[in-house]
Antibody, heavy 120, light 106 residues
Framework: QVQLVEAGGGVVRPGTSLRLSCAAS????????IHWVRQAPGKGLEWVAV????????YFADTVKGRFTISRDNSKNTVYLQLNSLRGDDTAIYYC?????????????WGQGTVVSVSS | SSEVTQPPSVSVSPGQTATISCSGD??????VCWYQQKPGQSPVLVIY???KRPSGIPERFSGSNSGNTATLTISGTQPMDEADYYC?????????FGGGTKLTVL
């Protein structure tokens, strides 16, 4: 069963850090690019970051560039999103998602999301 | 990636055709995909590469892309199609989503 499971969300203070994880199963993780997408309460989807299958390239949305980092451990089938210098507008559900070449590099599988709430 | 714009809302009667647009500069030169998201659920891919449907997506969902506008069309719209829909143009580096369109079936 193809699956992505996010973890690590929580309630944190502004300026602090959090690390999210995304555990994959049921597909060849080592050949797959993984994205993070977030959704603020009542708002639309916002693309956050992507890491290539081998970790050689990483790209970020301007809103998080310099504050968030992304990494992966292919031996653990896991991608990590490090959130630093958190702000109130980072409050959102964070989804990890699989890009699939069979679908023209569209995102075809999404996790259930993990909630990050930044509040003083 | 440059911005893409969607109408905030579209309404359609059951059984009628719903069209949702996604506009952006030279959008027709890039592949576009569409996602459906129902309340409390993760998004679902309904169209990729402008007009292809993943298995399991009903034939009533179709797409097109030309010029500056991509369009998602739902023929014979059913109440279960009520959801938010997002377009996303392909990009080799950063990605963006349209702002989303709330489809109401009434």
């Amino acid at each position: 069963q193809v699956q992505l499971v996010e973890a690590g969300g929580g309630v944190v203070r502004p300026g602090t850090s959090l690390r999210l994880s995304c555990a994959a199963s049921g597909f060849n993780f080592e050949t797959t690019d993984i994205h993070w997408v977030r959704q603020a309460p009542g708002k639309g989807l916002e693309w956050v970051a992507v890491i290539w299958f081998d970790g050689s390239n990483k790209y970020f949305a301007d809103t998080v560039k310099g504050r968030f980092t992304i990494s992966r451990d292919n031996s653990k089938n896991t991608v990590y999103l490090q959130l630093n210098s958190l702000r109130g507008d980072d409050t959102a559900i964070y989804y990890c998602a699989r890009e699939n070449r069979e679908f023209g590099d569209a995102i075809d599988i999404w996790g259930q999301g993990t909630v990050v709430s930044v509040s003083s | 990636s440059s911005e893409v714009t969607q109408p905030p809302s579209v309404s359609v009667s059951p059984g009628q055709t719903a069209t949702i647009s996604c506009s952006g500069d030279k959008l027709g030169e890039r592949y576009v995909c569409w996602y459906q998201q129902k309340p409390g659920q993760s998004p679902v891919l309904v169209i990729y590469q402008d007009n292809k449907r993943p298995s399991g997506i009903p034939e009533r969902f179709s797409g097109s892309n030309s010029g500056n506008t991509a369009t998602l069309t739902i023929s014979g719209t059913q109440p279960m199609d009520e959801a938010d829909y997002y377009c996303q143009p392909w990009d080799s580096t950063t990605r963006i989503f349209g702002g989303g369109t709330k489809l109401t079936v009434l």
